[in-house]
């Protein structure tokens, strides 16, 4: 069974500084894929970041970057130059298996203190 | 954004009714995702389809059904539905499952509240 873990319900930063999300997960599938989701107040899902597990090089977009560690299980997710726009509930995910379903960690609320 | 169409995109409903939420996609993806969110649990896969006519069930399937008679169409019926039933629901279309193609792109979600 696959299982995602954030542990951080809420996480708060100041505009232009850097905050990190933490996820870890468990997996039994060889192949699988990490994910950040993020949702606005909009309620729209956005993806933000992939990352291949069979990859040792972090994904990086734009200001958005991860530090993934395999051994550990742990996908965290930092946002530099944070932007009042970045307020949301983050949502890490993976997949696996033929069905690509994904399994959802339980969020991280961020504001964004002006 | 990927073209994907929920509706209704908010409903109220009593318990015991029929309901049935419909997904609408103009990409020609494959597969098809049926999620519902709560507090505290994330979203969670209810159904999902791999192809026309075809479908299995996730994690929380107790009291859900789907149906996907062409690509573009996936329905989500709740045949008696109950107070534990209200949520957000979202769709979600996927390429594949293979590099670049396993990317889920998510619908705007129905809010649907059972009284």
């Known amino acids: 069974a696959q299982t995602v873990t954030q542990s951080q319900p809420e996480m708060s930063v100041q505009e232009a500084e850097t905050v990190t999300l933490s996820c870890t997960y468990d997996t039994s599938e060889s192949d699988y894929y990490l994910f950040w989701y993020k949702q606005p107040p909009s309620r729209q899902m956005i993806l933000v970041i992939r990352q291949e597990a069979y990859k040792q090089q972090n994904a990086t977009e734009n200001r958005f970057s991860v530090n993934f560690q395999k051994a550990a299980k742990s996908f965290s997710l930092k946002i530099s130059d944070s932007q009042l726009g970045d307020a949301a509930m983050y949502f890490c995910?993976?997949?696996?298996?033929?069905?690509?379903?994904?399994?959802f960690g339980t969020g991280t609320l961020l504001a964004v203190q002006p | 954004d990927a073209g994907i169409t929920q509706s209704p995109r908010h409903k109220v409903t009593e318990t015991g009714t029929p309901v049935t939420l419909r997904c609408h996609q103009t990409?020609?993806?494959?597969?098809m995702y049926w999620y519902r969110q709560d507090p505290g649990h994330g979203l969670r896969l209810i159904h999902y389809s791999y192809g026309v006519k075809d479908t299995d069930k996730g994690e929380v399937s107790d009291g859900y059904s789907v149906s996907r008679s062409k690509t573009e169409d996936f329905l989500l019926t709740l045949e008696s539905a109950t107070s534990s039933q209200t949520s957000v629901y979202f769709c979600a279309i996927s390429e594949g499952q293979l590099v670049a193609k396993n990317i889920q792109y998510f619908g705007a979600g129905t809010r649907l509240s059972v009284l």
């Open positions: 995910a993976t997949n696996g298996g033929a069905t690509n379903k994904l399994i």
């Open positions: 990409e020609n993806h494959r597969y």
